[in-house]
């Protein structure tokens, strides 16, 4: 297989759950080989109903997201960033905004969220969306850790 010359964009949909780390040290070990830059993206958007959390002084979204972004990233690689990884945080649902940016990447790595039972067997909302709609290839990270020990996250 031959290098790839050009830089390629991979996007990793980011939540903060262990399937989405999962999926960021995933995107980062195919990433290496291809000289492919990992593009760790999370999205967030205001409530329909913003106005009511306005009224209890919840009104920090974006500031919310990025500090989730953050943690994720370095729970996937530590403090010391690879040079091949940036990270955004853009405001969108996951579901639309994932298919978005779907148009300019090589590939979209998600992680899944099962739900336990026959649940389990299915994929989560934002990742099923982006198999059916996304621009480019899409890969579905499974949590080893979890399903080894039986566990599915909510």
Known sequence: MDRVDSTGKIIV???GSEASIT????????????????????????PRVYD?????????FEKAAGEILDKAVEKAFGPALPDNVVSRLVRNHPRQGLIEVSREADMIVVGRRGHGGFGGLLLGSVSSACVAHAHCPVLVVHNPDKEASGQTEP
């Open 23 to 46: 999926a960021l040290r995933v995107a980062q070990r195919l990433a290496v080989p291809l000289g492919a830059e990992v593009v760790a993206t999370a999205f967030w958007e205001y």
């Open 13 to 15: 949909g980011v939540d």
């Open 52 to 60: 009511g959390y306005v009224a209890m002084g919840i009104t920090d």
